[in-house]
């Protein structure tokens, strides 16, 4: 292996520090940043994101608030539990856990939690935000995943970058941070034609694409920085989009699965809903 690796794991407990830190702060000051997490259903994926996120709230000594709900809930009913959450006052960020149940409709949901207490940056004022380049709520994944790039690269500035995926939760917000970055951002997806050619022009490569060892090594441009978004479970374990022991030997740094990006998602909802916490009582954004 040629690559650094890329620490996400040490980044994301550093950067929980920091914003156990800043809570202390202001509970000195009379506010506990409190997250509500509401988890409709039991997808056993949904449940073991949903109780970490709980452990790691408590952790930098955040109030954390559960609501769990069943299947058959009515759509009506999480509504009205959304409009209590945005009505309560010791309640600065909610988040609620995707997917939904299918007869929910997910954007209706979403865009009925109020913006400043988006704290997965999904709501549509949010989105549009990001992309004119106001104050917003930045979703938690490819925040995570532009610290650990700022943090290796310095400026992002200039640098071709491509990601694979243009989901609403990872691909387009990513490439919106990048672009916010001044990089030169090529977006592709599943009807890209030359995917490889266009890979091996990126100085950044973001793979989000569901697919395990998706990304092969001759892909990947000597030197670049490859940030692997990908969670994939397999008879061998979890692993990422990219093909980590042909790329590592060829990138310049390289994110592990897992260790790499993973630990940075949850790190950022505690961050977004510190900040959400400090807009709400009229202080700085923390640092
Ligand atoms: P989606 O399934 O919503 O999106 C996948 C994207 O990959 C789509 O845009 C799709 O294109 C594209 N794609 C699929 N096949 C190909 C192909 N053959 N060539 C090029 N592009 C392709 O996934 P998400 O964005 O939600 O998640 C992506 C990955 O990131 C998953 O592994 C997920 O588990 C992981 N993830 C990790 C998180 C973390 O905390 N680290 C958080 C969220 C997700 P098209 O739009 O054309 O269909």
Known sequence: MTATLIDGKAFAAGLRER????????????????LAVVLVGEDPASQVYVRSK?????????????????????EAELLALIEQLN??????????QLPLPGHMDEAAVINAIRPEKDVDGFHILNVGRLATGQKSMVPCTPLG????LRDHLGSLSGKSAVVIGRSNIVGKPMAQLLLRDSATVTIAHSRTQNLPDLCRGADILVAAVGRPH?????????????????????????VGDVDFAAASQVAGAITPVPGGVGPMTIACLLANTLTATARANGLPDPE
């Open 19 to 34: 914003i156990a830190g800043h809570t202390a702060a202001m509970k000195e000051r009379g506010i506990t940043p409190g």
């Open 54 to 74: 709980g452990k790691q709230t408590r952790e930098t000594g955040m109030n954390s608030f559960e609501h769990r709900l069943p299947t058959d809930t009515p």
């Open 87 to 96: 009505e309560d006052p010791s309640v600065n960020g909610i988040l609620v």
């Open 145 to 148: 995943s532009l610290m650990l």
């Open 214 to 238: 998706f990304v092969k090594g001759d892909w990947i441009k000597p030197g670049a920085t490859v940030i692997d978004v990908g969670i994939n479970r397999t008879d061998d374990g979890l």
